[in-house]
């Protein structure tokens, strides 16, 4: 029996995958959005079995293991379509995974199919066949198949991000703080996902024009995704769930047919900016749509029509504008000079430094920082 040979590289691509399996496990014990953990474990595991494959390769296992020849073969068709419903569950809390979604898992059946002739092969048959596509090239469908997989990946990491690109505009209009719910971090996970795809159609486009590549292309992919594992396993643990409540809201119909007539909406409008100046509500860093509603009498669809027409904003941006105005005011007020930047960032309603520096500076073109200091050289000039 052919003694398997270990490397710098395939040891660090069985690391990688043991963190994989050791992730799935903590994922698995997560008792909230169980169906979207169970979904990120399966998938986290899968991401593992394949780069082991890879590091058994690179050990040449194939000499001792015959059989497992192939059996990762067709692996990637699920990587795509389980990202994307692992987003969609996270984007809907509680939501369970429909009998139509299976369908997304369609072409993985239909590849593994069409591999079942070798599969079911003797060693021998297995080594000839491969002997014969490294002479002859590879059969026609089977590029086809891994051309439709490649794209299959890249268009599922795109509606990904479109998918999460549409959960930031919802919540805007419905919440006045999303750093605990905007899924930023999963944001960032698919864009490294989609950039280990688009490595993977250079790899195998570069061949097509005629640029010849080594096994170490397929290796560097396999080491990417290593590490994209360790990545994907810090983000998602240090992340706290969301809970479905947080991110229940009524969803607002077509202003086309919200019965709002022109006068409706200038007496909603000014009773709503009669509240905001007087009640500083805004000041309560998780004031939501909904709530605001209640307290000013319109009705969640009406509001969100309202600031969304007639003040061209959604509801974030809506209730940062007040919350900034106020931390203005208080920078200029001697009587909070006492304060911090911080302590007033967090008095008006932010709920981070980030948020807050973020928001200062799209409302007032500058940061805190440069807003206090303007400040003093006015008021020193006006004292001089």
């Known amino acids: 029996m052919m003694q398997l040979s270990f490397d710098i590289f395939s040891v660090i691509l069985l690391l990688g995958a043991g963190q994989g399996f050791f992730l799935a496990l903590l994922l698995l014990e997560r008792k909230r959005n169980q169906a979207a953990n169970r979904i990120l474990a399966l998938l986290v595991s899968l991401y593992s079995v394949y780069i082991t494959d890879v590091a058994f390769t690179m050990m040449n296992y194939q000499q001792s293991f015959p059989h497992l020849i192939g059996v990762t073969t067709g692996l990637p068709f699920l990587f795509g379509p389980l990202h994307y419903v692992y987003v969609r569950l996270m984007i809907s809390p509680g939501r369970r995974l429909e009998k139509r979604e299976w369908l997304h898992f369609l072409p993985f059946v239909i590849f593994k199919a069409y591999m079942l002739p070798f599969h079911l092969s003797s060693a021998a048959e297995k080594f000839r066949f491969i002997e014969n596509m490294n002479e002859a090239g590879k059969p026609l469908a089977l590029v086809s198949f891994e051309w439709i997989m490649i794209l299959q990946g890249n268009v599922y990491l795109i509606l990904s991000l479109l998918l999460l690109q549409r959960h930031s505009r919802t919540i805007k209009d419905s919440f006045s703080s999303i750093d605990k719910i905007n899924l930023t971090w999963l944001r960032n996970l698919t864009i490294g996902s989609a950039g280990i795809w688009l490595l993977v159609f250079i790899v195998n486009i570069l061949p097509v024009i005629g640029l010849t590549l080594t096994d170490e292309a397929d290796h560097f992919i396999a080491q990417a995704t290593a590490v994209f594992i360790y990545v994907m396993g810090y983000l998602s643990l240090r992340q706290r769930e969301i809970h479905s409540e947080e991110v229940h809201f009524t969803r607002a119909p077509k202003y086309q047919r919200s019965g709002l007539s022109p006068e409706q909406s200038e007496n909603y409008l000014r009773r709503l900016q009669q509240f905001m100046d007087s009640k500083k509500i805004y000041t309560k860093n ?57 302590a007033i960032a967090y008095d008006v309603g932010f709920s981070s430094k980030s948020v807050f520096n973020a928001a200062f500076k799209k409302h007032a073109n500058m940061t805190p920082s440069q807003f206090k200091k303007a400040a003093e050289a006015r008021f020193q000039v006006a004292d001089f």
Do not use: G, M
């Open 286 to 342: 998780d004031l939501t749509l909904n709530e605001l509603a209640e307290c000013v009498a319109v009705p969640a669809h009406h509001l969100s029509q309202i600031i969304n027409d007639r003040l061209q904003q959604n509801f974030y941006d809506f209730v940062n504008n007040y919350r900034v105005a106020e931390a203005k005011r208080r920078l200029l007020d001697p009587a909070y000079r006492h304060l911090t930047i911080l």
